[in-house]
C-alpha cells in the first residue's frame, strides 16, 4: 500500500510539473506575441501621430525653407534667424493685450466690458500671421501680416478678421 501511495504521489506530482512547464511556456509564447502585437501597434501609431503632425505644421516658419530663406539677405550682419524671430514676434504681438481698449490687432473694437486679446498665435511664414482671440465671451480668428522693418522693429497690419456666433 505504501509503494502504491508513493507510486501516485510521483505521478501526481509528474503531472503537475508537466501542467505547469506547458502552462508557463505557452504564456510565454502567448506574452511575446502580445508583446509583438502591442508594439506594431504602437509603431502604427506613433507614425501616424508623426504624420498627422508634419501635416499639422506644413504652414509654419519652422518648416517652411522658402519663408525661411527670405530672412537670408546674403550678408551675415543682416540676417535675421527665424528660430529667434518666431519668439520675439509672437512676444511683440501678444504685449498689445495689456492695452485698456484690447489688443488693437484683433481687428475688432470692443463690444461688451471685457477686451478682446489674443490667446494663440501661429506664424505661418515669412509674412503671415493667424491668431486666436476671444473676450471671455465671443471667440473669433484674425489673418495678421508682420514685416521686420529695417530698424528690427516689427510692424503688425490686420488682413482679415471673424468672430463665431455665440
Known amino acids: 500500500m505504501k509503494k502504491s501511495l508513493l507510486l501516485y504521489a510521483f505521478i501526481l506530482a509528474l503531472l503537475f510539473n508537466v501542467y505547469t512547464y506547458m502552462f508557463l511556456s505557452k504564456e510565454v509564447t502567448f506574452e511575446q506575441d502580445r508583446y509583438k502585437r502591442v508594439t506594431t501597434k504602437l509603431k502604427d501609431s506613433l507614425s501616424s501621430v508623426k504624420n498627422k503632425l508634419t501635416d499639422a505644421n506644413y504652414f509654419s516658419l519652422e518648416k517652411n525653407e522658402n519663408a525661411q530663406n527670405y530672412f537670408d539677405s546674403g550678408s551675415s550682419e543682416k540676417m535675421i534667424q527665424y528660430e529667434k524671430l518666431i519668439p520675439i514676434v509672437t512676444e511683440k504681438l501678444l504685449d498689445y493685450n495689456s492695452n485698456p481698449k484690447g489688443n488693437p490687432y484683433t481687428g475688432q473694437d470692443q463690444i461688451g466690458t471685457n477686451k478682446f486679446i489674443i490667446n494663440k498665435v501661429r506664424i505661418l511664414n515669412h509674412r503671415w ?25 516689427i510692424s503688425f497690419e490686420v488682413n482679415q478678421s471673424l468672430l463665431y456666433q455665440k
Not at 139 to 149: A, I
Open 129 to 153: 500671421i493667424i491668431a486666436d482671440f476671444s473676450d471671455g465671451e465671443i471667440w473669433g480668428e484674425v489673418l495678421l501680416k508682420y514685416f521686420v522693418n529695417a530698424d528690427d522693429s
